[in-house]
């Protein structure tokens, strides 16, 4: 079943299949990077890929079966195909040898075996299967005596004119019956690292880690290869990733990518919390050592001399999530940096933050010098730092390339477990006589083929070369005298650059800023979010960083302004007369945080307009979740016209640091004070009222006129008799006071029957008009520190105008 799903998947694969292992890398794998083809494969027509090679290690009795498929891919017909099987029949005599085996072509092998015919390449894009089947006892393979020995086979593919137009070389390793020679030990880190998928706390820019975790993802396929086998592994964990399952698998969340305007709500996980568990159970035997939160790119930090955040990445309050999620703390103390290579400043601060309990670092092999004796290298040696000698765990950097690179893919995968085999083979045949020791830390990013992790343990732990180790107890051994290269300045080019890093340090100054005025329980941090931009994984796509890192820098700047000083619209206060008090309005939306601040403002001319300054009570402003606050600035001017003034809010007891970038608003002043005002007011008020009475009275006057009956509007017309056409008795509306007019004819004579005594006249009542139309004063708070226009500031100011002006 297992040769089939392969066979299914290296259908689509082949296209893109090399014929070899990958090429090697003279310093430490500084990025992740593909298998580099050779020049024979870039130029094979025809694709080869492996499927089957059975058994894994051969004896002398052993049938060997070798399968795959082959593919032309030249786009045109390739009539007389035929396949070829080479091999040699001499042992390998090193490690070096069988680099140079591997990478070169099947024709290099000097024997030739059997051929069969390709009739079903022979068309373009057409996959066919071949296999061949011989003997150890055919091919003539012997081992040393004692030791394994390795063999390298391959199958070559001749066209019509006998000329090589592709191939693939793999190696057989093959045991003796009678074996004479030390197992070496195998230690593996197990690395659970992914890139960054979140920027702040609570927003995630890609939905990838889902995938991830699911059955078959990547992260799942690791823990399913440790908890297949019992092979021991030391884990490496980084907790951000643990932080970011654990988010998704707590409830729902939000997905948002760089540049969207909007989210995306995902349904709480629930893949995400069977992977947290599974790899609870998997991990519960065996020990594990936690990165720095994040895996910041620790090298890139100390060569800023920044190395600040390498502290806080360490701190339990981030590396506690691993702790919290499999319910113990980390039993292993190891300092791996990124890639295995670090130089003496990195060292120092990873001795200081990961080692001071003890420990050893983790680093490629690459780093180091072989040893003076001429002793065969192991895994364990020393390294001198400030804070003295650290245990130092080398990786076989070739060892771990071919397992970290050459894996990704099942062709590769295959390919990988056959070298795997042959090199530790030949490890063990190097000094039979000596107890050797070997490490292996695949890429953080590690992504083998489905089952190749697991078979890699089983080999480990099955191969009778071989004898699975605990990290811990590799580290016991002796170590070895080897010289430490130092850290080349070439690695430079693969670090984070310094001006993303700049960037990076700017957010962080304005976090911590940010953090500064909270007070009580802290529900918003950006101190992991400014980790996550530092992390090693940005490496290899600086793009991504980018706008990952411009969508942070508009997150936390949108969180910081929900602390702000609330301004108009036109950003313009009035303050009518020379002197008066400027409102100022504080609020704080943030969710469920409280915070403090100080306020502060200042007069960009001071001769002109001065301010006072606040009550040191007054100053400092706490405020609530949703909460609001308003100060008045004693202000003095000394004439009229347009003053600028700064307000700004800093963090209190920081010997004046802002917060945020605070307001600038204009202070209009008039010469106009509040009696003056008021006074001027009131006159226009009884003005307009008196026009108002004179305009009525015309009305009416000329309604009565109109209406011919002669009363003017004055009242209801009685019957009276026809007038003489003078004022006396008889004449409507005729009553005179006596008083008033002595010695008038008539005066004191009661009305004539053509007006009703006692009829209203238009003077109190207009009295009463005046009054209730006379518009209430518009002034200033307090002598004229009010905005310019009511409906430009929040209705909570205009309602505090009204109030104070009502006092």
């Not at 593996?188 to 699911?214: E, Q």
């Not at 804070?387 to 894996?407: A, H, M, P, R, W």
């Not at 036109?570 to 002197?579: A, F, P, Q, T």
Request: charged share 20%; proline share 7%; with cysteine.
């Amino acid at each position: 079943m297992r040769t089939v799903k392969r066979a299914v998947a290296l259908a689509a694969l082949l296209p893109c299949m090399a014929m070899a292992a990958p090429t090697t890398l003279a310093s430490p794998a500084l990025a992740r990077r593909a298998p580099a083809a050779t020049s024979t494969q870039a130029k094979a027509q025809v694709a080869m890929a492996l499927t089957k090679v059975d058994p894994k290690s051969v004896s002398t009795k052993s049938t060997i079966e070798i399968s795959g498929l082959a593919m032309n891919r030249t786009g045109h017909q390739l009539p007389g195909l035929h396949l070829r099987l080479r091999y040699s029949a001499q042992p390998v005599t090193s490690r070096s040898q069988l680099d140079q085996l591997a990478a070169g072509p099947p024709n290099a092998l000097p024997n030739v075996g059997k051929e069969k015919q390709l009739p079903g390449a022979a068309k373009p894009d057409v996959k066919q299967s071949w296999t061949f089947k011989t003997t150890v006892k055919e091919l003539g393979l012997r081992a040393p005596a004692g030791t394994p020995g390795v063999y390298p086979v391959g199958v070559e593919v001749l066209n019509s004119a006998r000329q090589v137009v592709g191939g693939i070389t793999t190696f057989l390793t093959f045991m003796p019956k009678e074996t004479h020679f030390k197992p070496v030990s195998v230690g593996w880190v197990w690395p659970l690292v992914d890139r960054m998928h979140r920027t702040n706390d609570r927003t995630f820019i890609d939905d990838d880690l889902a995938k991830s975790v699911a059955p078959g993802g990547r992260l799942s396929r690791l823990v399913e290869a440790a908890s297949a086998t019992d092979t021991p592994i030391t884990w490496g964990i980084d907790p951000a990733l643990l932080d970011d399952v654990q988010r998704m698998a707590s409830g729902d969340y939000t997905v948002r990518a760089p540049g969207d305007k909007k989210g995306v709500q995902k349904k709480k996980s629930e893949a995400a919390a069977a992977w947290l568990a599974a790899l609870k159970k998997a991990a519960e035997k065996d020990p594990y050592f936690d990165l720095p939160y994040a895996d910041p790119d620790v090298v890139a930090l100390v060569r800023r001399k920044t190395p600040r955040d390498i502290g806080v990445a360490f701190d339990e309050r981030n590396t506690g999530v691993a702790t919290k999620v499999l319910g113990r703390a980390a039993d292993a103390h190891v300092a791996w940096p990124p890639s295995g290579a670090a130089g003496p400043g990195t060292v120092d601060q990873l001795a200081k933050n990961a080692l001071k309990s003890g420990g050893a670092f983790l680093m490629s092999s690459s780093q180091f010098q072989n040893p003076a004796t001429g002793a065969l290298p192991n895994a364990t040696t020393t390294l001198q730092t400030h804070y003295g000698d650290k245990k130092t765990l080398l990786y076989d950097e070739k060892l771990n390339q071919i397992v970290s690179e050459g894996s990704r893919s099942v062709n590769g995968g295959l390919l990988t477990e056959q070298r795997f085999l042959a090199e530790t083979a030949m490890i063990a045949a190097e000094a039979p006589n000596r107890a050797r020791t070997v490490v292996l830390a695949p890429d953080r990013h590690w992504d083998p083929a489905d089952g190749v992790a697991k078979n890699l343990l089983k080999y480990t732990k099955g191969a009778k070369w071989l004898r699975e180790e605990p990290l811990r107890k590799i580290e016991s051994v002796s170590p070895q005298g080897r010289v430490f290269n130092g850290y080349s300045d070439d690695y430079q080019q693969y670090e984070l650059g310094d001006a993303h890093l700049a960037q990076v340090q700017a957010i962080s100054r304005q976090a911590r800023a940010f953090q500064s005025v909270m007070t009580g329980p802290t529900k918003i941090s950006y101190e992991r979010a400014v980790l996550r931009m530092e992390s090693a994984a940005w490496r290899t796509s600086p793009r991504h960083a980018r706008s990952a890192r411009k969508q942070l820098d508009d997150e936390l700047t949108g969180d910081m302004h929900r602390v702000r000083i609330v301004t108009t619209k036109s950003k313009r206060v009035l303050m009518g007369g020379s002197s008066g008090r400027l409102p100022v309005l504080v609020e704080n939306t943030l969710p469920g945080q409280s915070v403090k601040v100080r306020l502060v403002a200042t007069s960009e001319n001071s001769a002109k307009l001065r301010l006072g300054q606040l009550a040191p009570e007054d100053a400092v402003i706490e405020l609530r979740p949703g909460e609001r606050a308003q100060r008045w600035i004693p202000a003095q001017a000394a004439g009229n016209g347009n003053f600028h003034v700064q307000l700004e809010l800093q963090i209190p007891g920081s010997d004046g640091r802002t917060y945020g970038d605070g307001e600038s608003i204009t202070v209009t002043v008039t010469g106009y004070g509040r009696l003056a005002l008021l006074i001027t007011g009131g006159g226009l008020a009884v003005l307009f009222v008196g026009v108002g009475v004179r305009a009525i009275r015309a009305r009416r006057r000329r309604d009565s006129e109109a209406a011919g009956d002669g009363t003017a509007g004055m009242g209801a017309a009685g019957p009276g008799g026809q007038g003489n056409g003078h004022p006396g008795p008889g004449f409507p509306g005729a009553g005179i006071p006596a008083a008033e007019f002595p010695g008038v004819s008539g005066a004191g004579q009661p009305a004539g029957p053509g007006i009703p005594t006692g009829s209203p006249g238009p003077g109190p009542a207009s009295a009463e008009a005046a009054g209730a139309a006379a518009p209430e004063a518009a002034g200033a708070a307090e002598s004229g520190g009010i905005p310019e226009s009511a409906a430009d500031g929040p209705a909570a100011w205009r309602g505090e105008h009204r109030r104070r002006d009502g006092d």
